[in-house]
C-alpha cells in the first residue's frame, strides 16, 4: 500500500479532526496531494487538493474558511485540518496522490483506502 489515510473518528457538530496521509513505497515529494470523500448514497467529491510545493491550495465551496490542506516538511504526507464540522462533512475520505493537482478524480493514480469521519448533530 502506497498511500495511507489516518485520523478519522467521530465527533460532535463544530468540533474539529485533522486526517494525515502517509506514503510509502515511492518518493512522493514532488506529487500534488488531494482529499476527496464519498457520503452514504453520494458520488465521490472534490474536498481539497496543494500542489507539490504547497503554494496553491484548491478547496471545494462546500469547505472553504473551515478545512486547510497542508503538506509535511518531508514533503512525502499530506494533511487536512478540518474545524467546524457540520453533519453533511460526513463520509469517507479518501487521500489521492499524482503528478498534477486537480478538482478530478479520475486524474490521480494513487489512492488510499479511506479514513471515515462521521460528525453528529
Known amino acids: 500500500v502506497n498511500v495511507v489515510e489516518s485520523g478519522g473518528g467521530l465527533v460532535q457538530t463544530g468540533g474539529s479532526l485533522r486526517l494525515s496521509c502517509a506514503t510509502t513505497g515511492r518518493n512522493y515529494s514532488t506529487y500534488a496531494f488531494a482529499w476527496f470523500r464519498r457520503a452514504p448514497g453520494k458520488e465521490r467529491e472534490f474536498v481539497a487538493a496543494?500542489?507539490?510545493?504547497?503554494?496553491?491550495?484548491h478547496y471545494a465551496d462546500s469547505v472553504t474558511d473551515r478545512f486547510v490542506i497542508s503538506r509535511g516538511s518531508a514533503r512525502n504526507t499530506a494533511f487536512l485540518q478540518m474545524d467546524d464540522l457540520k453533519p453533511e462533512d460526513t463520509a469517507t475520505y479518501f487521500c489521492?496522490?499524482?503528478?498534477?493537482?486537480?478538482?478530478?478524480?479520475?486524474?490521480?493514480?494513487?489512492w488510499g483506502q479511506g479514513t471515515q469521519v462521521t460528525v453528529s448533530s
Open positions: 489521492a496522490a499524482d503528478v498534477v493537482p486537480s478538482r478530478h478524480a479520475a486524474e490521480y493514480r494513487h
Open positions: 496543494i500542489s507539490f510545493d504547497g503554494t496553491t491550495p
